[in-house]
């Protein structure tokens, strides 16, 4: 949880002084399709790690890849640009 | 020792941008601000100046790339008039609420339609609520002075807000007259070098711009407001060292003969130095009246304009330009600023001047004698104007 900033405490020009504060944001919650890797297609060539704009593909131990569903929007760039179709695009559930 | 020399209003203000050593300009010419950058590019050019001087394509990416400059760090310098101001307005707003100390020139012209390169007020006041600090000059000296107290101002790390400074179209930007120019040491004493604590910097890597979702942008707001209202001190401080050094003094509120006056005229710009002349004749046949001028326009003076107007009976305003619908923009906020106040003058607005229309001395007289008739009817058609052709009939609020 971010804290909740009074008008005191905003910065001049609210100019944010830490880099990377992004990460703190959530925005997998705007995602209405998720990625969904099938390891039996997948070579681990890393293709979908390479394109995905928002550094949301997270490469594992063993080789293969997963998405951050944190922050993953649920673009389907990886879809496109995986060379063996191993990514499908599916659409997010209601719970 | 300091030199007086004829310059016109533009190339006093190119002088006190170079004597302030500006780092960057960005500027696109539009009459009739052009012999602002036209004069800069040529220092640039000459080696008079040690700046970038960035030639873009219009008065948008002018300002954009002015924010860049801030962002870094550097004294950053721009120039427009009417049309390109309202070219550069979405990015007007975001120099102040990022508080990048631009400075910026503004020879106030008339927007169309119908087509007009001439002056009035109607761009200074599109832009009335965009935050910036905004000065408006008399004369060409006040030009080259305001200049250079509006970098001293907006640069100081209490402010860092960028600031505009307002000069007439053609009356003032292609008008010559006598300007004192100090000495260069006066200017250093005057004007520190701008240091910028929150410069973009690859060894230290910061976050300019970040978007403000709801939970965030009221606050952001209402920062930005505080301490826009608290750069009034700063304001007067910097005049106030103005005064010491160069010994030309400026006021929120510039008075002229107000003392006891029961009728006061507020002008601003060029035209108040016309006024004076009517007011000099009047107060000379033993008339209680006086001139006002507002210098500053934001943040708006309360105080100061309270004050000096509180004896008067009747305070005459007269606008440079129409808010359609509402009519003149001074006048609309001068009577808001008195309306709580007891006692206060009867306000009358007097709309002239428009899209470069002289306001000779015939024209105050006849201001302040049908201003006078309108405050004793002690009702008031909703559009008065002077210098216009044709009767005005039948104007309802």
């Not at chain 1, 949301?56 to 951050?68: F, H, M, V």
């Not at chain 2, 761009?123 to 060409?140: K, L, S, Y």
């Not at chain 2, 003032?172 to 701008?194: A, C, G, M, N, Y």
């Not at chain 2, 607005?349 to 004793?376: C, P, T, W």
């Amino acid at each position: 949880m971010v804290k909740q900033l009074t008008w005191i405490d905003m910065e001049v020009g609210n100019i944010v002084k830490e880099a990377g504060s992004a990460s703190f944001r959530r925005t997998g919650d705007w995602r209405t399709e998720r990625p969904i890797i099938d390891k039996e297609k997948c070579n681990k060539c890393g293709l979908c790690w390479l394109y995905c704009p928002d550094v949301a593909i997270r490469p594992l131990e063993n080789g293969y890849y997963e998405p951050d569903l944190y922050y993953c929007k649920g673009c389907g760039i990886c879809a496109k640009a995986c060379p063996r179709e191993a990514i499908t695009i599916s659409e997010e559930e209601e719970k | 020792m300091s030199k007086r020399v004829a310059l016109e209003a533009s190339f006093a203000v190119a002088e006190a941008a170079r004597m302030a050593d500006v780092d960057v300009t960005a500027a696109y010419p539009i009459t009739p601000q052009t012999h602002i950058p036209e004069r800069l590019a040529e220092m640039v050019a000459d080696g008079e100046l040690d700046a970038a001087y960035i030639p873009v394509e219009s008065e948008h990416s002018a300002m954009s790339a002015c924010l860049g400059a801030a962002a870094v760090g550097a004294r950053t310098f721009t120039a427009t008039a009417g049309q390109g101001l309202e070219l550069m307005h979405e990015v007007v707003y975001v120099a102040s609420s990022m508080r990048y100390p631009i400075v910026m020139a503004v020879c106030n012209r008339a927007l169309s339609a119908p087509l007009s390169v001439w002056g009035d007020h109607s761009d200074a006041m599109a832009v009335r609520d965009t935050g910036w600090i905004q000065v408006f000059c008399q004369n060409n000296q006040e030009a080259f002075d305001l200049t250079l107290w509006a970098f001293r101002v907006g640069e100081d790390p209490k402010v860092l807000f960028p600031v505009m400074v307002h000069l007439d179209g053609f009356t003032l930007s292609h008008v010559t007259e006598p300007v004192i120019l100090p000495e260069q040491s006066e200017v250093d004493r005057f004007l520190p070098k701008f240091q910028y604590l929150f410069a973009l910097n690859p060894d230290k890597p910061m976050t300019h711009g970040a978007f403000g979702p709801p939970e965030i942008y009221s606050e952001a707001k209402i920062a930005q407001e505080v301490a826009f209202r608290k750069s009034k001190e700063i304001i007067l401080q910097g005049w106030n060292e103005f005064g010491n050094i160069f010994g030309r003094h400026y006021f929120p509120v510039e008075q002229y003969r107000t003392a006891g006056a029961k009728t006061l005229l507020l002008t601003m710009g060029s035209s108040t130095e016309t006024a004076k002349i009517v007011i000099d004749e009047r107060r000379d046949k033993g008339e209680a009246i006086g001139l006002i001028s507002l210098r500053l326009w934001r943040p708006f003076p309360f105080e100061e304009f309270r004050q000096i107007v509180k004896g008067a009976e009747t305070l005459i305003v007269l606008d440079r330009c129409i808010s359609s619908g509402m009519g003149g923009p001074v006048f609309s906020e001068v009577r808001s600023a008195l309306y709580n106040e007891v006692p206060k003058p009867k306000v009358v607005n007097i709309i002239g001047g428009l899209g470069g229309r002289d306001i000779s001395e015939n024209d105050f007289e006849y201001v302040i004698d049908r201003s006078r008739e309108i405050a004793k009817q002690g009702s008031e058609k909703m559009l008065e104007t002077v210098g216009v052709r044709g009767k005005m009939i039948g104007i309802r609020g």
